[in-house]
């Protein structure tokens, strides 16, 4: 296993400032709970967010899309029709996608059964926590809900091999994120703790990935550059009355980048 | 073409104000990025939202509403034959209704079918973006997203035609207001950039506009109102901070109106 | 009918304290409008939220978790198969749930008789507003959509009523909280009208009651603590801003209950 490589604050710089002047079209068909924190988290960032959903619609607008997330925290049957529509279509178009795939597990077969024929769309980027790294590589995980209890580190031998199975980028995240193609590996840390304790930060993050790999020529530094912005914006985020305060200032924070970076470095 | 009313602060006071006495209940058949912040925004301005969504429940909710709400944001088959059937009982129960035709299109074809049958059921107020009101009176536009490339101006002849043909009022928003019956036109100017910027502002001024048509007279100044509204509380909200802030003071300021307006004039 | 017992603040701590040490995890069914507000104050208070819908998966995923919330404020046909399916589940594997039956009534008589259907599942906990329960009971409420008209005690013996029925706690939460098992009432008062202009603050108390019911043995003095920290929060609240800042303020002070509540006494 080659050994990781600490992404560097500079490298992302060229990557914030195209997304706020490119301001991609991000096709987004992600879980019920986070639409509105993914959608505000998009615009915060500079990138144009739409969620098209229906069957009857998936198809048309990834064609038009710059890039597609899929999400399937909260799927369901027909959900699920519109995100392998999706998927194929965007596989078919070149339309760069991510999967987020929320919860993915023992416990949850019909979900899990979904990702996996999703990856057969081969997603440009599969951006989850470790627990569903483990799972969608086959291993045992110790998760039950969409928590992770397992560490990166565990993680990062089976984030290569699914990098190199479905020939794509993996970003596994946590206390420390790690971003692979299955050859090249970044690791960033920092972030906050808080970030665990705000429902759809994971998810927006997925988003945040499609947003920086619209258009991008390097999607391995594109995604660890989405990985390194969630992590700055909550180090420089207010923690300081409580999380509701945390969240706003988190979005604060987003949509400052990256000017409130480069004073502060 | 008849020339623009710039419309005055003062028209909208009285109606702010009976909003806060009536507390109107509001019907929203909305979609799902923008139902929470709706419902926020609703009780903000004093009236009472209420998302009931399946096709058992809108024909019996309807006729209790004060007025109802019709949003295809995130439309698919089975919400769009609660719509439809939403709308049907409002016409025939004479219950006002607001439709916000998000995203309409050449690219979207689903939808845009969707949205003429609901116009068949004459809305009271289309509350639009440029291009939703090109697109539905058959001209061209250049979106693809929720966002709109047109200005206002440019789709002022259409909002006109609109509201001749399906004699209704047509308020199209962006830099400026229109909102018009076919014969008289408001403009409101003002507002902030920033409103463009968190998501769902477009989509809960078009739910203002049902709490503040309802049970009014002049349904038109009622309309004007509701812009009035969005622009005033986004130039009084605080944007020191970045767009977090920006939205919850936004909220802020809605829920202080009519007071911190006259005070400020 | 026995007298209420004034809940104690004392009595919350161990309970409060206990949510933050086991980290139960909370499978949620609840209403659109409300997903994100109730994921961040479970979050907020130290739970682990989840929102599984998918009638493939909540059988499953129900054993697996601490406690269940159902709630039917977006109900339809589809999420009632699911709704129906864990309730059943939750009763056979003896995970304790509660049911918010949010704006059941004559209007609404779909959601009327699906929570009757879920109420043979026997629910460990009812939280509903007074006009709820009073449908429940039999009675006759003035309510029409979300909000009610009625006062706490004008339904507490028809929440006397159903917990004996139902074998049940019954929360019936208003200007004063009556928290009863048939026999015992607590009542607590204190709180905010303000809690009744944030949309989901009810739905979320419920998911809170979940929350710490969850591995408790006495459910009475669990349900009481849910309602007690709500209206603790809103009393530390910041209500100088508006509703926006109010319900950002909302999440911090659950988010450090209980030291925000020990300092203050």
């Known amino acids: 296993m080659s050994s990781a490589i600490v992404f560097q604050a500079a490298q992302a710089t060229p990557f914030m400032t195209r997304v ?14 986070v639409q509105n924190f993914t959608a505000n988290i998009l615009l915060a960032i500079g990138a144009s967010p739409a969620m098209v959903i229906a069957r009857e619609e998936v198809q048309s607008f990834v064609t038009v899309a710059n890039s597609l997330l899929i999400n399937i925290g909260t799927v369901y049957q027909a959900t699920s029709e519109s995100m392998l529509l999706a998927a194929q279509q965007a596989r078919e178009s070149n339309v760069p996608w991510v999967l987020d795939p929320v919860a993915v597990g023992t416990v949850l077969p019909f979900r899990t059964r979904i990702a996996h024929e999703l990856l057969a769309f081969r997603p440009d980027v599969i951006r989850a926590n470790a627990a569903e790294i483990l799972t969608l590589a086959g291993e045992q995980s110790s998760a039950k809900g969409t928590d992770s209890q397992d560490s990166t580190e565990a993680a990062l031998d089976s984030a290569l091999r699914l990098a190199e199975q479905y020939q794509t980028i993996v970003a596994v995240t946590g ?16 972030g906050d703790v808080a970030l665990t304790r705000v429902t759809g930060t994971g998810c927006s993050l997925s988003a945040m990935v499609a947003a920086l790999i619209a258009g991008a020529e390097d999607k391995l530094l594109a995604t660890a550059t989405a990985c390194y912005m969630m992590k700055k914006a909550a180090e420089l985020a207010n923690k300081q009355f409580g999380l509701g305060t945390f969240a706003v200032s988190l979005l604060d924070q987003l949509s400052l980048l990256p000017a409130n970076v480069s004073q502060g470095e």
Chains 1, 2, 3 share one sequence.
């Open 175 to 190: 206390e420390t994120d790690y971003i692979t193609d299955g050859k090249t590996i970044y690791a960033i840390k920092g």
């Open 20 to 33: 706020r002047s490119q301001k991609p079209l991000i096709h987004c068909i992600t879980n019920q709970v």
